[in-house]
């Protein structure tokens, strides 16, 4: 009789269940690693932003077009609301100072870029450096606007991408509210005085400054004023930009005059505008001017979007083409306009700049923000953008695409001095300080607003002191870092160059090989599928040999 064959060993039966169990662990690896090579996960594109109403409609619209460019990806934007990003600025400090910045971000070309660099842990080294992306979509030929550029480029390194060309130092008015007091529009900043004098005499609000923007709205009434103001005493706008760069010498006999000048024609604004706005944003303010409540608010040319998005209202320039016959005399249907744009009475000389920005920290999700960011950057994706908000900084445009003549006005301005350097300033209250400089005058000014007293001056007076000093240390802590003033040498931004450069400066702009596509998750996934089939095998062989 033969021998019963012996039961298997405890030990190798529990070798043929680890090694069956294993082997279904790899084939069902090799299952999962099969189907996400057939249906690979989407990149998400995080972007921290602060358009939560004007530039939501734009900003959707170009997301869902670089999603349908590029299906491998989706983009959720980070949304902190507040007029000129006043809270998102100081969000993303905290955050970068922290080392934990955001995956891709808004931000403004002029100085603003320059505090989260002096606030990373790695300062430059924190962030994509643009300069090589720009030239590979075009930017750094002759199809872009170079003083657009200039804004965004210091010393000659780039570090954030623009994403549209606004204008800054706008008035926005009913026609209707002039016509029906019989008032003219204010082609001059004495006119504007005047006409804010009659309104109040005739019982009409002649201002809507709001103060739930934490100042922002005050900061740009009082620099247009200084603008103005400089304008029509020095006529070259240096004054504006000796402030950007903290240079501005309150000292100076005429310097101080037009400060002086500036603080009391921003009270008599403050002093006769609306009643209840001090609980107000910019955007709850604007219904106010086209029904006629109030004469005239000041802002910038995302003024037009809004109104266009949500009330419906479209915007049209003075003097142009679509109010005015050629005869000079009113259009038929120019009664209908409830709301026009114009260059702040005195500031016409100038194309005063506002371009929002995206910025890509260096990390393991650089390579999607910055897929992101050159779409957004590209002429496709402007043409999508600028629709809907700003004018675009691409100069060889031609036909009227924009959703409000107004935005065509802009771009128009933009083309008469693209050759004259000089007539470019970049606004103060959108990137044209730090961000710590920023944020404490608009507050003095928010401050000031309040108090509207000779107390309410002289305390202003030493808090703006104060700011322009910071702001000048800031920009030497730039130059220090190699930074120290927008543009190049040879093209500097607005034709000025702050007094601490000199010709040792350097003025050569680098191809960058900041951005290295993270690869090893790609590796070892690759790996895997190399591997696993061999284990497979030798398992199975594991298997057979313990049977035999």
């Given at each position: 009789m033969e021998k019963p064959e012996a039961p298997p060993t405890k030990s190798g039966?529990?070798?043929?269940?680890?090694?069956?169990?294993?082997?279904?662990?790899?084939i069902a690896g090799i299952g999962v690693g099969v189907y996400e090579f057939t249906h690979p996960a989407k990149k998400?594109?995080?972007?921290?932003?602060?358009?939560?109403?004007?530039?939501?409609?734009?900003?959707?619209k170009e997301a869902s077009a670089f999603e349908a460019s590029h299906p491998g990806y989706l983009v959720k934007p980070t949304i902190k609301p507040g007029a000129?990003?006043?809270?998102?600025?100081?969000?993303?400090?905290?955050?970068?100072?922290e080392g934990k910045p955001p995956d891709t971000f808004q931000t403004h070309l002029g100085p603003e870029i320059l505090s989260y660099i002096d606030a990373a842990p790695s300062k430059a080294a924190s962030f994509v450096k643009m300069n090589s992306v720009a030239s590979s979509i075009g930017l750094t030929t002759s199809t872009a606007f170079c003083q657009v550029l200039m804004a965004g480029t210091y010393n000659g390194s780039m570090y954030s991408l623009p994403v549209d060309m606004h204008q800054g130092a706008q008035l926005y008015f009913n026609p209707q509210t002039l016509a029906e007091n019989h008032l003219p529009i204010p082609l001059n900043f004495t006119t504007l005085m005047s006409d804010t004098a009659a309104l109040k005499a005739k019982g009409v609000t002649p201002w809507i400054i709001p103060g739930d923007d934490g100042g922002w709205d005050q900061m740009q009434n009082w620099e247009d004023t200084f603008l103005a103001l400089d304008n029509k005493t020095c006529g070259n706008g240096t004054l504006y930009d000796e402030f950007?760069?903290?240079?501005?010498?309150?000292?100076?006999?005429?310097?101080?005059?037009?400060?002086?000048?500036?603080?009391?024609?921003?009270?008599?604004?403050?002093?006769?505008?609306y009643s209840g706005e001090t609980s107000m944003t910019w955007t709850q303010a604007l219904p106010k001017v086209v029904d006629k409540d109030v004469g005239f608010e000041a802002?910038?040319?995302?003024?037009?979007?809004?109104?266009?998005?949500?009330l419906n209202v479209t915007t049209y320039p003075v003097n142009s083409t679509y109010v005015y016959m050629n005869n000079?005399?009113?259009?038929?249907?120019?009664?209908?306009?409830?709301?026009?744009?114009?260059?702040?009475?005195?500031?016409?000389?100038?194309?005063?700049?506002v371009s929002d920005s995206i910025a890509v920290p260096s990390g393991s999700t650089a390579t999607q923000g910055l897929t992101f960011a050159k779409f957004f950057a590209s002429y496709n994706g402007q043409m999508v953008f600028t629709k809907w908000k700003a004018s675009s900084f691409y100069n060889n445009i031609t036909t009227d695409y924009y959703n409000t003549p107004s935005q065509y006005a802009s771009y128009l301005d933009a083309k008469t001095v693209a050759n004259k350097p000089t007539d470019w300033?970049?606004?103060?209250?959108?990137?044209?300080?730090?961000?710590?400089?920023?944020?404490?005058?608009?507050?003095s000014l928010l401050s000031l607003a309040s108090t509207r007293d000779g107390a309410g001056i002289h305390t202003f007076d030493s808090s703006l002191s104060s700011v322009l000093s910071t702001e000048q240390s800031e920009w030497k802590v730039a130059n220090s870092l190699g930074f120290g003033f927008m543009g190049t040498l040879s093209h500097p931004f607005g034709g000025y160059l702050p007094p601490w450069v000199n010709s040792s400066t350097s003025t050569t702009v680098t191809a960058d090989n900041a951005v290295h596509t993270n690869t090893s998750s790609n590796y070892s996934s690759s790996i895997y599928y190399v591997i696993a089939p061999f284990i497979a095998f030798v398992l199975g062989s594991l298997i057979m040999s313990d049977k035999r």
């Open positions: 039966g529990y070798k043929k269940v680890i090694a069956i169990v294993v082997v279904i662990i790899v998400t594109v995080y972007f921290y932003t602060w358009w939560a109403t004007e530039g939501k409609i734009a900003f959707d000129g990003g006043t809270a998102a600025k100081g969000a993303i400090l905290a955050l970068i100072k950007m760069y903290g240079t501005l010498n309150l000292s100076n006999p005429t310097v101080a005059k037009i400060v002086g000048e500036t603080n009391s024609d921003f009270l008599t604004m403050e002093n006769n505008s802002n910038g040319n995302w003024y037009v979007d809004y109104a266009y998005d949500y000079g005399t009113l259009k038929p249907d120019a009664g209908n306009i409830k709301l026009m744009s114009m260059d702040f009475p005195g500031t016409g000389k100038y194309f005063v700049l300033l970049y606004q103060l209250s959108d990137g044209g300080l730090f961000d710590g400089p920023y944020l404490t005058i608009i507050s």
